[in-house]
């Protein structure tokens, strides 16, 4: 057997009609908003929880860990949902009361499970905390961290700012794979959170984020400022093992 | 390892035969009325090409979830364009090159989002790159064979897919890919060259 003939893909009539429907809907949907317009709708349903953006001409990218929430609609029918939306989906127009744009008919909102549970249609910066830790819970660490550092960007002056920096950190360096971009969050929630109850904490993840990027000097000098400032700490232990040279 | 033996005796690429005049003329036919802005007749040509796209997307991502992503916006692409095409026989070849062009922007994506640590999508993908139904020796085979594409540059990917998976002629793959036919054979004897020295039986591309 040729390695053609041995990678067919799955051309079920079902696959073939979803596509199709797909597509044809791309044909009879009205002219798309500008892109810049329309990428703003995704983020500001994801990040202020007017709802998960499911737009019927589909022509942009969401992450792959976002598709499953996000449902293609022409509304008031979904026309393709994602695995994770239930079956049964309120498919309201937008509420003019969240203060978005009227949207065009080829965009319709849906309330998915993410959104109805983790992203109410009025969200209160006080609610943050509690949406994106039930993000992160939910296996979304960017739909969390697209939380924080939309908070971040907009209330900066908030006393939690620092605490949102702080969990963007832990976001990236535990679940997200970036220690670059850890590093720079925690830099910015030391910097934000001078007298926080959390500073032991993020003390001794500076020592680890360094240590992870094999940044030896760096790692060693932040270590001997923990262990100067918490000197009985809880992490003195563990980061006596870190700081070490990689070989080469 | 299985691969290593039969990496270097590749399948022979399929002669070309081209679609025949019948099917040309039927596309043909059913361009002119897509073009006059018919639905049905762009539903046609969806319904005949459309094992088309997913077989070539398929190959070229090498299975994954993106695969229905490439054939839609292909075919979104290529309605969208239809104006575009001069000659209204020649749609399955002017359609295949546009799968490919969208198949190698998801590729490159791909590449981007696991370097950025975002899903390693490829990985994740070829293990339904072979179908089920094939002996678990070629199973093992291409899966290993993607395995090794997935660490080469797309182009060249896409090169060496198109010759020995879709067992496509020289001048269709320049055809396909837009590159002269020399590029085309450079790019594949580099592919070549790497596999088989991963396998131990060359020095270094």
Same mark, same amino acid.
């Given at each position: 057997?040729?390695?053609?003939?041995?990678?067919?893909?799955?051309?079920?009539?079902?696959?073939?009609?979803?596509?199709?429907?797909?597509?044809?809907?791309?044909?009879?949907?009205?002219?798309?908003?500008?892109?810049?317009?329309?990428?703003?709708?995704?983020?500001?349903g994801?990040?202020?929880?007017v709802a998960t953006a499911a737009v019927v001409?589909?022509?942009?990218?969401?992450?792959?860990?976002?598709?499953?929430?996000i449902a293609e609609v022409q509304s008031p029918v979904p026309a393709r949902r994602?695995?994770?939306v239930p079956e049964l989906v309120e498919v309201p127009t937008l509420d003019?009361?969240?203060?978005?744009?009227?949207l065009?008919e080829?965009v319709a909102v849906e309330r998915s499970g993410?959104a109805s549970?983790?992203?109410?249609s009025?969200?209160?910066?006080?609610?943050?905390?509690?949406?994106?830790?039930?993000?992160?819970?939910?296996?979304?660490?960017?739909?969390?961290?697209? &939380?924080? +550092?939309?908070? =971040?960007?907009?209330?900066?002056?908030?006393?939690?700012?620092?605490? !949102? *920096?702080?969990? %963007?950190?832990? &976001?990236? +360096?535990?679940? =997200?794979?970036?220690?670059?971009?850890?590093?720079?969050?925690?830099? !910015? *929630?030391?910097? %934000?959170?001078?007298?926080?109850?959390?500073?032991?904490?993020?003390?001794?993840?500076?020592?680890?984020?360094?240590?992870?990027?094999?940044?030896?000097?760096?790692?060693?000098?932040?270590?001997?400022?923990?262990?100067?400032?918490?000197?009985?700490?809880?992490?003195?232990?563990?980061?006596?093992?870190?700081?070490?040279?990689?070989?080469? | 390892?299985?691969?290593?033996?039969?990496?270097?005796?590749?399948?022979?690429?399929?002669?070309?035969?081209?679609?025949?005049?019948?099917?040309?003329?039927?596309?043909?036919?059913?361009?002119?009325?897509?073009?006059?802005?018919?639905?049905?007749?762009?539903?046609?040509?969806?319904?005949?090409?459309?094992?088309?796209?997913?077989?070539?997307?398929?190959?070229?991502?090498?299975?994954?979830?993106?695969?229905?992503?490439?054939?839609?916006?292909?075919?979104?692409?290529?309605?969208?364009?239809?104006?575009?095409?001069?000659?209204?026989?020649?749609?399955?070849?002017?359609?295949?090159?546009?799968?490919?062009?969208?198949?190698?922007?998801?590729?490159?994506?791909?590449?981007?989002?696991?370097?950025?640590?975002?899903?390693?999508?490829?990985?994740?993908?070829?293990?339904?790159?072979?179908?089920?139904?094939?002996?678990?020796?070629?199973?093992?085979?291409?899966?290993?064979?993607?395995?090794?594409?997935?660490?080469?540059?797309?182009?060249?990917?896409?090169?060496?897919?198109?010759?020995?998976?879709?067992?496509?002629?020289?001048?269709?793959?320049?055809?396909?890919?837009?590159?002269?036919?020399?590029?085309?054979?450079?790019?594949?004897?580099?592919?070549?060259?790497?596999?088989?020295?991963?396998?131990?039986?060359?020095?270094?591309?």
């Open positions: 057997m040729n390695w053609r003939d041995a990678t067919k893909p799955d051309v079920s009539r079902a696959r073939r009609e979803a596509i199709w429907g797909a597509v044809e809907t791309s044909l009879t949907a009205a002219p798309p908003p500008p892109r810049r317009w329309r990428w703003l709708l995704l983020t500001s994801l990040l202020t929880g001409k589909r022509s942009w990218w969401v992450p792959r860990p976002l598709a499953g929430d994602g695995p994770r003019t009361a969240t203060g978005a744009p009227a065009p080829s993410v549970s983790a992203v109410a009025s969200t209160p910066v006080d609610d943050l905390f509690v949406r994106a830790s039930e993000f992160r819970r939910q296996g979304h660490p960017e739909l969390a961290a697209r &939380l924080f +550092a939309g908070f =971040l960007r907009d209330h900066r002056g908030d006393p939690r700012a620092g605490l !949102a *920096a702080f969990q %963007l950190g832990l &976001l990236y +360096a535990d679940e =997200l794979g970036s220690n670059t971009a850890a590093l720079k969050h925690f830099k !910015a *929630a030391w910097k %934000l959170s001078p007298e926080a109850v959390w500073r032991e904490e993020l003390a001794a993840r500076f020592v680890l984020t360094y240590d992870r990027l094999g940044r030896v000097e760096s790692c060693r000098r932040t270590r001997e400022r923990y262990t100067r400032d918490y000197p009985n700490g809880v992490h003195t232990e563990r980061l006596g093992t870190l700081c070490h040279l990689s070989s080469p | 390892m299985v691969f290593t033996q039969r990496a270097v005796n590749y399948p022979e690429p399929k002669s070309s035969s081209g679609a025949s005049s019948k099917n040309e003329d039927d596309d043909a036919a059913a361009v002119e009325q897509a073009k006059q802005g018919s639905r049905l007749a762009k539903q046609a040509l969806y319904v005949r090409h459309v094992e088309l796209a997913l077989g070539l997307a398929h190959r070229l991502l090498g299975g994954g979830g993106d695969v229905d992503d490439v054939v839609q916006d292909a075919f979104i692409k290529a309605f969208a364009r239809l104006q575009q095409l001069r000659d209204p026989a020649r749609f399955r070849a002017w359609f295949s090159s546009i799968v490919v062009n969208v198949a190698r922007r998801y590729l490159r994506r791909q590449r981007l989002r696991s370097r950025l640590g975002i899903g390693d999508v490829m990985s994740d993908a070829i293990d339904s790159v072979a179908s089920d139904s094939a002996p678990p020796s070629v199973q093992a085979e291409l899966r290993d064979v993607y395995r090794r594409l997935h660490r080469m540059p797309t182009d060249i990917r896409i090169a060496f897919t198109l010759r020995y998976v879709e067992r496509l002629q020289l001048e269709e793959i320049a055809s396909l890919t837009a590159t002269s036919l020399s590029t085309v054979k450079r790019r594949i004897q580099y592919a070549e060259r790497k596999l088989r020295f991963e396998s131990g039986q060359e020095d270094a591309p």
